[in-house]
């Protein structure tokens, strides 16, 4: 650990001297002192370490009165101006600083050892956190990235976690009104690529932080975050060093002892998803392998979905956060499924026949409008292989229920199978090409003598060739309708309406449909 000017003015106020720093020191504090001994003592001062650029010295000089004491850096023997260096009132003499500052010096040692044994030793990462209330003053919690209170100081606890959830070994998650809020934030999602500390305004709690991220071999994986007290808009580089320190411990730990879940993208579960996904066809073999930890069975039941996440323009880093919180949240509230994270998309797959279907659908709902995203669900299938056209008919529910209303939360494959069989029907021939003759020739005599032959023919083939429904549903009378009907079959020359001529008629008359006609 580096001792530092700023390192010994944190401990200076921590014993309660009262501390006046020049101007200036704010530039330099973080110099680095290289050792703390005693060098020379003369009638005005005392030299108590080298710094470790060779130019500067660490002096206390005692004041004018006998309660004061002066601690600068300088390269002279005299008094610096524009050197860092503080006055310390309360403080007999000179000698009383250094030896409290020598033995603070040992004591910080003794509490790096202590967090690096704890590391070895493999004890809860709990009680390496707690060893952070020697030196750090504020309130301090760790939030992973699934939004759970992994620790926190008594004091900071209650204002944090959600008290009616709690999951196993006590560790609690943060509020819902909270979670959804900070994911809400651009600057929440971009603070998760800071590398050194920063501030941020929690506006939900009304309170500012000081955070340190914690990454877990070059990922987010959690925040260390400490609560300015009210009115303090800042703290102490001293202090902020101190904070450093710890976090790197926190990651050394994760690093040396976090156990690798049972569910993680990279299971062979998750990977088979993926590959069945990309349309690979992996045997039987490898199917059961993948399935039977999970007690999932080729033969089940299953539903797909895909999921998005709304996306606000330049939120460059939102998905790299929001998307994973998605997928191990789906996984916490539905265990026998599996997400996998797709680029922008989530892909889920649910195993519905280990999973409690009656309230399904209500509790998904209530997921996605909390968790700020749409999702497109595909029909029931049996047999985890057809993953693939599971996944083709979500992301066609997705993109066609989103285009015709935008409103909606998900969209089922069953509302859209229709539009989606029109939507092939039309990529290698305009829809113009595929209308019926007879179609196209109504649709241009309305257009031309202002009838109204389409929605005619149409009531006529949806009421299943009843005039008199037709009728009413048109609201004009049965004689008017029957007419038009004679009209329809002079112009076309249809007498007798097969099954084939009907769904071509429907098809056509869908296609006109689509187009607004």
């Not at 206390?60 to 601690?71: E, H, I, N």
């Not at 976090?247 to 976090?258: D, H, M, T, V």
Request: hydrophobic share 35%.
């Amino acid at each position: 650990m580096k001792m530092t000017f700023a390192v010994l003015l944190y401990l200076l106020q921590r014993q309660g001297c009262h501390l006046h720093t020049a101007a200036g020191a704010d530039n330099e504090e973080s110099r680095e002192i290289q050792r703390l001994r005693y060098l020379k003592r003369s009638s005005e001062e005392q030299i108590l370490s080298d710094i470790s650029d060779g130019q500067k010295t660490l002096y206390l000089k005692d004041g004018d009165t006998k309660d004061s004491v002066f601690m600068y850096l300088s390269d002279k023997s005299g008094m610096p101006e524009a050197h860092p260096c503080c006055h310390i009132k309360g403080a007999a003499e000179s000698q009383q600083i250094f030896e409290y500052l020598a033995e603070q010096w040992q004591e910080l040692d003794a509490w790096e050892n202590r967090l690096a044994q704890s590391i070895l030793q493999h004890v809860p990462f709990q009680n390496i956190l707690t060893q952070g209330k020697t030196y750090i003053r504020q309130e301090y919690a760790l939030i992973d990235r699934d939004m759970n209170v992994m620790f926190s100081t008594p004091e900071y606890h209650t204002e944090l976690a959600n008290t009616k959830e709690e999951h196993a070994e006590g560790i609690r998650r943060l509020s819902a009104e909270l979670t959804h809020s900070l994911l809400m934030r651009k600057d929440f999602h971009e603070a998760a690529l800071k590398k050194e500390g920063f501030y941020f305004y929690n506006h939900y709690t009304e309170s500012l932080l000081y955070c340190r991220n914690i990454f877990l071999f070059d990922q987010y994986y959690a925040r260390l975050i400490c609560r300015l007290n009210k009115g303090q808009d800042n703290i102490s580089q001293g202090e902020a060093y101190l904070i450093e320190v710890l976090a790197r411990y926190i990651e050394l730990y994760f690093q040396n002892n976090l156990q690798t879940p049972d569910r993680h993208q990279n299971d062979l579960l998750h990977q088979l998803c993926r590959s069945l996904y990309a349309d690979e066809k992996p045997d039987i073999a490898l199917l059961q392998t993948a399935l039977s930890p999970y007690h999932w069975k080729l033969g089940h039941r299953y539903q797909a979905a895909v999921l998005k996440a709304y996306q606000q323009e330049e939120w460059q880093t939102q998905m790299e956060i929001t998307l994973p919180f998605l997928v191990r949240e789906l996984e916490r509230q539905w265990p026998d499924s599996c997400a996998v994270s797709l680029g922008n998309k989530v892909l889920w797959v649910i195993n519905l026949s280990l999973t409690e279907q009656a309230s399904f659908f209500s509790r998904f709902s209530v997921f996605i409008r909390e968790n700020v995203c749409r999702a497109g669900i595909s029909e029931v299938f049996s047999g985890i292989s057809f993953i693939h056209s599971a996944a083709l008919e979500a992301e066609a529910a997705l993109r066609l229920g989103s285009r015709s209303n935008d409103t909606f939360w998900y969209y089922q494959f069953e509302d859209y199978r229709l539009r989606y069989c029109l939507e092939n029907m039309t990529k290698d021939l305009p829809s113009e090409q595929l209308l019926h003759p007879a179609v196209r020739l109504l649709r241009d005599r309305d257009i031309q003598k202002g009838t109204e032959l389409v929605p005619t023919l149409r009531a006529y083939l949806n009421c299943g060739m009843n005039m008199t429904h037709a009728a009413d549903q048109l609201y004009i009378h049965r004689t008017t309708f029957c007419r038009r009907m004679e009209q329809i079959s002079h112009l076309t020359g249809i007498t007798e309406f097969t099954s084939d001529l009907t769904l071509d008629l429907l098809i056509s008359l869908k296609l006109l449909e689509e187009e607004g006609n």
